[in-house]
């Protein structure tokens, strides 16, 4: 079991207390004392520290020894501060009000990328919803680029690394594999069509024989694998399926 512990205001300790009890995680300890906070996790040795992006400015000298001990997770009530989370390598970033989706988004990222593996029930299980990612676009790690999924087009693979090529004709040159990628970008919206390519297939302009074109842009086209194809046409069908019977309610109701 995952065990946790809560470093901040009476506001952030309270809420993240409801998720962790609700997710079945184990709740080793609360404090709004950054001091209080570091002497619990030396005792407890959490897999996951939630502390407020307060103590975190104020404790920066610190915070490397707090990720030698356990992952770190930054709360806070303003966007602005995610650049310096991620800039000092904390493992995620929320923002309050923090909902259930994004807590249990951030519990299945410690699950496959974090010190053990674990899962979380069927009963708990919420599919992953976020409009945006953070990746990271140098060798040492300590820059982030924040990409929408509805900006992004496609990415491709490039031996050890990844391009990102999103609106605009931007590329991005992440330091992630295309594995990584698959499992991070959500289903609903992107797949695998090619050993060294996954799509966003709201993007998808035209479909001719094994070849995708991607916004209209005769320059981003790109072929199905063999291997891909069969989960590419069931997702497609079924796209168009579910379009089919939209289009017959909205006739429906028209017709009322």
């Not at 709004?32 to 520290?49: C, K, Q, T, W, Y």
């Not at 990328?113 to 140098?138: C, L, W």
């Not at 040159?173 to 959500?186: G, V, W």
Request: one cysteine or more; proline letters at 2%.
């Amino acid at each position: 079991m995952i065990s946790c512990f809560v470093v901040g205001n009476p506001a952030i300790v309270a809420e993240l207390a409801i998720y962790i009890q609700k997710v079945s995680l184990s709740l080793k300890g609360i404090t709004g004392s950054f001091a209080e906070g570091l002497n619990g996790m030396r005792i407890h040795r959490p897999d996951i520290v939630f502390i407020g992006v307060d103590l975190f400015k104020q404790h920066q000298e610190e915070f490397n020894l707090m990720r030698q001990i356990s992952c770190v997770i930054i709360v806070s009530d303003r966007m602005d501060d995610a650049f310096d989370a991620f800039e000092f390598q904390a493992f995620d970033y929320l923002v309050t009000p923090v909902s259930y989706i994004r807590f249990v988004k951030s519990i299945e990222k410690f699950s496959s990328i974090g010190r053990r593996p674990y899962a979380i029930s069927e009963k708990h299980r919420v599919e992953s919803i976020q409009d945006a990612f953070f990746v990271k676009v140098d060798s040492k790690g300590m820059k982030e680029i924040l990409i929408k999924y509805s900006d992004l087009v496609f990415v491709e693979a490039m031996q050890n690394y990844v391009n990102l090529y999103v609106e605009n004709g931007r590329t991005y040159l992440s330091y992630n594999t295309l594995k990584e990628m698959e499992e991070n970008l959500p289903r609903n919206l992107f797949i695998r069509v090619h050993k060294s390519y996954i799509i966003n297939d709201s993007k998808i302009t035209s479909i001719e024989g094994n070849v995708v074109c991607l916004n209209d842009n005769q320059k981003w086209k790109i072929n199905i694998g063999n291997a891909f194809k069969k989960a590419f046409l069931e997702k497609k069908n079924k796209k168009i399926l579910n379009a089919y019977k939209l289009s017959l309610l909205l006739a429906f109701l028209l017709a009322i």
